[in-house]
């Protein structure tokens, strides 16, 4: 029930716009306030070890699949931009280059880093019971992920926050630290927000 209440009620909630509150700024607070909540959990759960939650050094065990997977995702998002959205590619990039710079640098912080600890770190941790530790979990954890994208209301957004979803759940149950995880997510995302799908993840409250 907490499962299905967090994890799908919510973004439900947000998406329908039946929060009792409004503004600019809504989701992003959300966003911040399930993460404290979620990272307090782990710093208090005796049972889940510290250093999962940072761990880059383990980038060394996924680097190349890191590497290959990125050059296919500018590959083809760029394809899809040029066959069915040219009037936007690398639109922000050269029209509101400011933008895009403070995407680029803030997209990691704010929103790359707290949905991984949240849909892996947490996820992972709190229902492992559930769902086990391993292709359950993977599967529970990209179903989530992607319907946590029910809020900007398009199939684009859910259909590809899906197979990332997937992509980092497999990445997170090989290497178990957020590090790497929060590093490929944010790799995709400037990517994605670079070349011109930004419009598919953005929607005013």
Known sequence: ??????FFGVPLVVALGRLPFTGRWVKLILLLSATFICLLYLLWDKNFSKNRLGGLTKLKLIWKGLLLRSLLCTALLFLL??????????????????????????????????????????????????????????????VAFAFLHIIYLNWIAIS?????????????KKTGVLATVALEHAIYGNLLFTIG??????RAM
């Open 197 to 202: 799908f930004g419009m598919f993840f953005f």
């Open 81 to 142: 931009g040029i066959l069915f959205y040219p009037q936007n590619l690398f639109g922000l990039l050269k029209y509101r280059f400011d933008i895009w710079l403070m995407v680029f640098i803030l997209y990691p912080i704010l929103s790359a880093w707290p949905q991984e600890l949240i849909y892996r770190s947490f996820m992972f941790q709190r229902y492992k019971t559930i769902f086990g530790e391993n292709y359950g979990m993977v599967a529970a954890s990209s």
């Open 160 to 172: 590809l926050t899906l197979i990332a979803g997937f992509i980092f759940s497999i990445n997170y």
């Open 1 to 6: 029930t907490e499962c299905l209440v967090l």
